[in-house]
């Protein structure tokens, strides 16, 4: 597969269509062109961004699973407390959240898995929780 880094022009060099696969020359013409047509063009902007997702497809999954676990342990409670064992039977992956959301009344710090959050509550206890921004957060 070639880069734009095998395929920057140097002096003499001829410079080849940065689509993968292709290796039409590009001949003269604007020194900034970088495929042979519109149809490389799309090829190649595919092709970064099949790569961009092979890569971040680990914590896609790890996060959707989190919240996945948040969601089955909540059920319809407004927040539910589990113990740190539960989670972790489920499979859930500490490593990986959205963000954080600090309660404004108590100023208690909850970690998100999308619209999933918990707060450690000391003891291998979890408070789990959800919301929606501009939902009322829990004390
Ligand atoms: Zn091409």
Redesign the pocket.
Known sequence: MKTAATTGKKEGEVR????PD???PLGEGRPDKK???D??RN?YNNWVKKKEQAEIKNIDQALKRNRRILKKLLGNMGEIIVTEKQLRNEGFNFDFTTHTITSKIKGNQFIFSYNYGYRAMGNGKFKVVKSFYGDTMPE
């Open positions: 080849i269509c940065m689509s292709c290796n039409e495929f042979c047509g149809g490389c090829v």
